[in-house]
Each structure stands twice: as C-alpha cells, then as structure tokens.
C-alpha cells in the first residue's frame, strides 16, 4: 500500500469517530420541559386509542 492510500484510510476511519462522537455528544442535551412532556403523552394516548379503533 502507498502513503497516500493509508493516509486517506486514517483520516476516513479519523472522521466517522468524530461523527459519532458528536451525535453521542448532541443527544446527551436534548432537556425538554414539563409542557412538552405532557404534549408528547397526549399525543401517544390519542396514537394508542386511533390504533386501536383500527383493529
């Protein structure tokens, strides 16, 4: 293998670990507040009761 071919391995393998780590990094500080939280459960209730009238 030549340096160059070895050099672009390294820096290909170099970038995918920096993307992880930035999305592992990123979804740590997803905080959401009390009224989301209730928005988001509604929803599902209304999403469990709309499947269930499919059935």
Not at 23 to 45: C, D, G, P, Y
């Amino acid at each position: 293998m030549n340096i160059e071919v070895i050099v672009i391995i390294i820096i290909c393998i170099a970038l995918i670990i920096g993307a992880i780590m930035t999305i592992k990094k990123s979804a740590k500080n997803f905080i959401l507040t009390e009224k989301q939280l209730e928005k988001i459960k509604q929803r599902e209730v209304e999403q469990k009761l709309k499947d269930n009238e499919g059935k």
